[in-house]
């Protein structure tokens, strides 16, 4: 089956950058989207950032303007380039892809954005 696999996270300081990759083992082409969502402990699960097959692109209000969400085809990798990190974005990040009438068929096991002074 599928798998999704994220990497890049890690501990970084207030207005830090950090890119997460999310390697599928096969296409993404097939995929009519994919994204990322975020949970903080003991919070609920937060969709950050989703690209369709189309190209076309939704943030949360909450990192507009400082994250960009990207695909590589040719890579089969999907990535969060994270730039201006503020603490409350501290958070396990999880990739995901979608299939025509199939949301949220796959999802990757998270890695661990940690911003801290």
């Known amino acids: 089956q599928v798998q999704l696999v994220e990497s890049g996270g890690g501990l970084v300081q207030p207005g830090g950058s950090l890119r997460l990759s999310c390697a599928a083992s096969?296409?993404?082409?097939?995929?009519?989207?994919m994204g990322w969502y975020r949970q903080a402990p003991g919070k609920q699960r937060d969709l950050v950032a989703t690209?369709?097959?189309?190209?076309?692109?939704v943030y949360a209000d909450s990192v507009k303007g400082r994250f960009t969400i990207s695909r590589d085809n040719a890579k089969n990798t999907l990535y969060l380039q994270m730039n201006s990190l503020k603490l409350e974005d501290t958070a396990v990040y999880s990739c995901?892809?979608?299939?025509?009438?199939?949301?949220?068929?796959?999802w990757g096991q998270g890695t661990q954005v940690t911003v801290s002074s």
């Open positions: 995901y892809a979608d299939l025509p009438g199939f949301i949220r068929a796959y």
């Open positions: 690209i369709t097959g189309g190209g076309n692109i």
């Open positions: 096969g296409s993404i082409f097939r995929f009519s989207a």
